[in-house]
Nanobody
């Protein structure tokens, strides 16, 4: 089992910045991949950024150059630095952990943190 707790969301003006944190209940070095997803009202959940156990990162085209995913192995925390925020970034942001156990991949989710960007 993996518990994920997100924090850092809030209300910010367009052009501003926020840093989201995801506290993980186990060593993130043992987790295959971590990611941040978001879901806006009436829309499907989408991948924003991901980071593998090897440190490789990937981003949605809409956030490339503005968002950065990183992790702190010592503190079992994953971050999402969001700069130059736009109103279309408004959504609930969820932390995800993908763990490979005995041939199966398990996905774990946090409760999410709300990000609202005003124009």
């Amino acid at each position: 089992q993996v518990q994920l707790v997100e924090s850092g969301g809030g209300l910010v003006q367009a052009g501003g910045s926020l840093r989201l944190s995801c506290a993980v209940s186990r060593s993130i070095g043992s987790i295959n991949a971590m990611g941040w997803y978001r879901q806006a009202p009436g829309k499907q959940r989408e991948l924003v950024a991901g980071i593998s156990s090897g440190g490789s990162t990937n981003y949605a085209d809409s956030v490339k150059g503005r968002f950065t995913i990183s992790r702190d192995n010592a503190n079992n925390t994953v971050y999402l630095q969001m700069n130059s925020l736009k109103p279309e970034d408004t959504a609930r942001y969820y932390c995800n952990a993908a763990v490979h156990i005995m041939g199966f991949m398990y996905n774990y989710w946090g409760q999410g943190t709300q990000v609202t960007v005003s124009s």
